[in-house]
Nanobody, 115 residues
């Protein structure tokens, strides 16, 4: 059974940092490109960062230079380090494959950036 479990969200002031983590199980993690997605209220879910099995990364323009995605293929985890957070980063954050597996969305972790 595939499970994707996100953690690390919380409330942070603008300019602050958070590190999100995703633990994957039930898949051959090391062969898949993984991504972090987010969905703000009233908006569609968007892919914000992606990492290939070999470690090549891509980012959406709005987070490039502030967010860093990384993975540990020995622990089946993918992390998202978020720095210089802005109120517009407020959203529920999810990890999934890229492209996403429709049936395997986890519960996500909520990030709120507010003063």
């Amino acid at each position: 059974q595939v499970q994707l479990v996100e953690s690390g969200g919380g409330l942070v002031h603008p300019g602050g940092s958070l590190r999100l983590s995703c633990a994957a199980s039930g898949i051959n993690f090391r062969i898949y490109t993984m991504g972090w997605y987010r969905q703000a209220p009233g908006n569609q879910r968007e892919l914000v960062a992606s990492i290939t099995p070999g470690g090549r990364t891509t980012y959406v323009d709005s987070v490039r230079g502030r967010f860093t995605i990384s993975r540990d293929n020995t622990k089946n985890t993918v992390d998202l380090q978020m720095n210089s957070l802005k109120p517009e980063d407020t959203a529920a954050y999810y990890c999934n494959g890229n492209p996403a597996w429709r049936s395997y969305w986890g519960n996500g972790t909520l990030v709120t950036v507010s003063s």
